[in-house]
């Protein structure tokens, strides 16, 4: 089984940067998809950013188009998530997770046959 181990996160004001990682302990099919959901309190989970690491493409929630950035080192088992231009509603735990396929259906993010979840790292935006 694939593991997967967080680092990053912490606490900032409005408008600030963070940048979270993820490290897979094998490359394999089962993080032919890799990637962050997010869990507000008193909310549901949300798909923030994927990568499918063979062959680069990303996906991105469009509440963090254009301020957050996904990628991959070039051993293609560690994926980092830079964050820009944090806004308190981005205040949230951060699971990385790893599958076989990155999804985008009605408008949500997902992973196909996930297979592993992270730990969890907390990102708190002030205001």
């Known amino acids: 089984q694939v593991q997967l181990v967080e680092s990053g996160g912490g606490s900032v004001q409005a408008g600030g940067s963070l940048r979270l990682s993820c490290a897979a302990s094998?490359?394999?099919?089962?993080?032919?998809?890799m990637g962050w959901f997010r869990r507000a309190p008193g909310k549901g989970r949300e798909g923030v950013a994927f990568?499918?690491?063979?062959?680069?493409?990303?996906l991105y929630a469009d509440s963090v188009k254009g301020r957050f950035t996904i990628s991959q080192d070039n051993a293609k088992n560690i994926v980092s998530l830079q964050m820009n231009d944090l806004k308190p509603e981005d205040t949230a735990m951060y699971y990385c997770?790893?599958?076989?396929?990155?999804?985008?259906?009605?408008?949500?993010?997902?992973?196909?046959?996930?297979?592993?979840w992270g730990q969890g790292t907390q990102v708190t935006v002030s205001s």
């Open positions: 997770a790893a599958g076989q396929l990155c999804l985008f259906r009605g408008g949500d993010l997902g992973v196909g046959r996930l297979a592993s």
């Open positions: 990568i499918a690491t063979e062959s680069g493409s990303t």
């Open positions: 094998v490359y394999s099919a089962s993080t032919s998809c």
